[in-house]
Each structure stands twice: as C-alpha cells, then as structure tokens.
C-alpha cells in the first residue's frame, strides 16, 4: 500500500511548488485512485480527496481539476 500512496503523496506535492503542474498532479492522482480502489485502502482514498480539493481551491475551472472530482464521484 505504501507503494501505491507515493504517487498520491507527489500529486499533492505537484500542487505546491514554485510552478505547480495540476495536470500531472491530476494524473498522477488517477493512477493512484485505481490503487486505492483495487487494496481498499482509505488512507489513499483520504489522500485524494484532499488532493481534489487543493485542485478545487486554486484551479476549480481546470479539466484536470474535474476529471479527479468526477472519478472520485463515480
């Protein structure tokens, strides 16, 4: 599991540096979600949410920003 939460850990990472990148911060939060979907892990699924709402505060209009909240959703 704890494999499989790096790249949740790095997606929230990519949403605070000096050039974030919500894009990738995105995708690298879709690779994690079928993870976290596939070990059950509530950590992981914890980990996303936050992510999604970091991308929600500062880029709510971002395609990224959707394509998390609605895969989180289904």
Same mark, same amino acid.
């Given at each position: 599991?704890?494999?499989?939460?790096?790249?949740?850990?790095?997606?929230?990472?990519?949403?605070?540096?000096?050039?974030?990148?919500?894009?990738?911060?995105?995708?690298?939060?879709?690779?994690?979600?079928?993870?976290?979907?596939?070990?059950?892990? #509530?950590?992981?699924?914890?980990?996303?949410?936050?992510?999604?709402?970091?991308?929600?505060?500062?880029?709510? #209009?971002?395609?990224?920003?959707?394509?998390?909240?609605?895969?989180?959703?289904?």
């Amino acid at each position: 599991r704890d494999l499989h939460s790096f790249p949740t850990r790095r997606s929230s990472d990519l949403t605070r540096t000096r050039e974030p990148d919500p894009a990738r911060a995105a995708a690298l939060g879709l690779d994690a979600l079928a993870a976290a979907r596939q070990t059950g892990s #509530a950590r992981i699924l914890g980990e996303l949410q936050t992510l999604s709402q970091r991308l929600t505060a500062q880029w709510p #209009a971002h395609p990224a920003t959707r394509a998390v909240r609605e895969a989180l959703a289904a």
